[in-house]
């Protein structure tokens, strides 16, 4: 672990001296197509030597070997025109109509990510670098897991790709809490880099005994629209032993709702769906007249409900604006209790998403069949002597602890509270429902906070106003 530690940092330094890359984000990109395409071809090396029959669908000018194996290969120029003027756009254009999975998954990837590494010779001293690691090996494989997850971490403060990741520690929480079973379909539809399935592959991979029950893991699906998370969700489902993830490349509401139907059904959802964003493309009218709206949140929980089978069980990460609201956020909420129990609300910090986002969040519980009797709420709690978490000081799995302790025998105290459903009818399905045991908190905002919410808030209104020019124009 500490070499392949040290390796990814003198990979991080050479990056650094690249002109070509810029930020953080960039990095991660540059960097990330290429521990994409050298675990893909160590895993298809491996393929070729159980299966006489399997061919990869590379073809055999593009393949790592080719062009990056030997380090003594082409260079400099000639190494940064061949990636760019043949290996990408070769890739990109990768025959799929045999419907070979493994070759559509390379093609997305290409087709969405770039190389910006402005020199061949940087480029060389990476592609080396990740010559050492034998992606067959299954401890350098975990191993590089490890590192991994650090690395996506940093997206966290990487600007407006800090929207791709979710704590861990919320992606296992809501996992284990839902504790998906071998056999059911499970499902993101807004997959970010994939620590929701990657935790829902982790709980099954703890229940498989036989091939067959291996096989149950392609049952862990997502979705996702953008080419970056796209591309750091497939190479860590790769990692985590999932040899062709069931990830498909997609805007999930560019289709009408009716379009989803019995074979799109679902047994378990865990999300955290893109939220304060507006829906592009007119996609709003994709859905039925009454739950029409360009806040991408809403308009996802609705899709939630309507994918998740009888008796299927979600959790979901939502901000406090989809908790209340009129009009069409209101029919919204009123759908989920009509046809869902939504018996659990955990309210976390605004701090959870820092410095990402300072918005305060809820983690929805619900099952879909039966309509909700009653609410559940818990107000989880910063560590003592802590006044908010930070890039430093991330939410932990074990701050959950409190709450998994109280699940099963839930009574009211002074961070739990219950609310009957009549209280919610007459509240007009408002669930923005404060602690009633104790004072409401009040946070004192910093500049950088106050900065990021004027930042957000400027932003929400372009975008709204360039989506009432497109409509107009």
Known sequence: MSNLSSLYKSIEKIMWTDTGLNGDAQRIEQFAWMLFFKIFSDKDKELEVMDDAYRSPIPEAYRWD??????????????????????????????????????????????????????????????????????????????????????????????KSGEFYTPRAVTQFICDTLAPQ?????????????????????????????VADQQELQKVKGWEYKPLPFLLATTNLILHDVEVPNITFRDVLDRPLRDYGRRDAVDVVLANPPFGGVVANGNETNFPAQFRTKESADLFLVLIMHLLK???????????????????????????????????????????????????????????????????????????????????KTIRREEFQPIEDWWNKREESEVAWRVPIQTIIDRNYDLDIKNPHQAEETHEYTSAELLELLGQSFAKSEALLNALKGEVL
């Not at 191993?143 to 403060?157: M, P, T, V």
């Not at 499902?187 to 703890?206: H, I, Q, R, Y």
């Not at 018996?343 to 909700?372: C, E, M």
Request: hydrophobic share 35%.
């Open 182 to 210: 071998l056999g059911e379909t499970i499902l993101d539809p807004a997959c970010g880099t994939g620590g929701f399935l990657t935790a829902a592959v982790e709980t099954l991979k703890s229940q498989t005994r036989t």
């Open 66 to 159: 080719a062009w990056a194996g030997n380090d003594e290969g082409i260079t400099g120029d000639e190494l940064l025109a061949f990636v760019d003027r043949d290996l990408f756009p070769a890739l990109r254009a990768l025959d799929i109509s045999g419907e070979n999975r493994r070759a559509l998954i390379v093609r997305e990837v290409f087709e969405g990510n770039n190389n910006y590494m402005k020199s061949g010779t940087n480029l060389r001293k990476v592609l080396n670098k990740l010559n050492e690691i034998d992606f067959n090996r299954a401890k350098d494989r975990h191993a590089f897991g490890d590192i991994y997850e650090s690395i996506l971490k940093g997206l966290q403060s990487a600007g």
């Open 310 to 392: 009888e008796g299927g069980r979600a959790g979901v990460v939502l901000p406090d604006g989809s908790l209340t609201g009129e009009g069409v956020k209101q029919r919204v909420r009123q759908q989920l209790l009509e046809t869902c129990n939504l018996h659990t609300i955990v309210r976390l910090p605004n701090s959870v998403f820092q410095p990402y986002a300072t918005v305060a969040t809820n983690l929805l519980f619900f099952t879909k069949g039966q309509p909700t009797q009653e609410i559940w709420y818990y107000q989880h709690r910063l560590p003592e002597g802590q006044k908010s978490y930070s890039k430093t």
